[in-house]
Nanobody
Framework: HVQLVESGGGSVQAGGSLRLSCVAS????????MAWFRQAPGKEREAVAG?????YYVDSVKGRFTISQDKSKNTMWLQMNSLNPEDTAMYYC???????????????????WGQGTQVTVS
C-alpha cells in the first residue's frame, strides 16, 4: 500500500518561494508516476506538475515551478518560485501507474494521495 506524506507548505508574500516535499513508502514498480495537484477553495482540483523520467508542467506554472525527485530516497519536491495569490491552494502529492507518465497522461493520476499541505500567498 502506497503512502504519501507532504510537507513544506506555509504562508508567503507574493514573489516569494516555497519548496514542497513528498515522501513515499510502500512503492511498487508499477506505480512510479508521481505528480503534484492543487485545489483552491471553491475550485476543482487541478494538476500542477508530474514526473517519472521526464518532468511535466501545466502552463500556469511553467518557468516558475520545478518538480524533481530522488528515487533512492522515494522523495519528490516541488520548488515554487515567483508565487502569486492565484497559487494559493492545498497542494497534494499523488502517485499512479508508471504507464500514465510514459503515455504523457500524468495528470490523470488518481490512485494514491497524500493528506495535502497548505500554501497561502498574500
Amino acid at each position: 500500500h502506497v503512502q504519501l506524506v507532504e510537507s513544506g507548505g506555509g504562508s508567503v508574500q507574493a514573489g516569494g518561494s516555497l519548496r514542497l516535499s513528498c515522501v513515499a513508502s510502500g512503492y511498487t514498480s508499477s506505480h512510479r508516476c508521481m505528480a503534484w495537484f492543487r485545489q483552491a477553495p471553491g475550485k476543482e482540483r487541478e494538476a500542477v506538475a508530474g514526473i517519472y523520467e521526464d518532468a511535466y508542467y501545466v502552463d500556469s506554472v511553467k518557468g516558475r515551478f520545478t518538480i524533481s525527485q530522488d528515487k533512492s530516497k522515494n522523495t519528490m519536491w516541488l520548488q515554487m518560485n515567483s508565487l502569486n495569490p492565484e497559487d494559493t491552494a492545498m497542494y497534494y502529492c499523488a502517485a499512479g501507474p508508471t504507464m500514465l507518465c510514459k503515455q504523457g497522461n500524468w495528470y490523470r493520476i488518481n490512485d494514491y494521495w497524500g493528506q495535502g499541505t497548505q500554501v497561502t500567498v498574500s
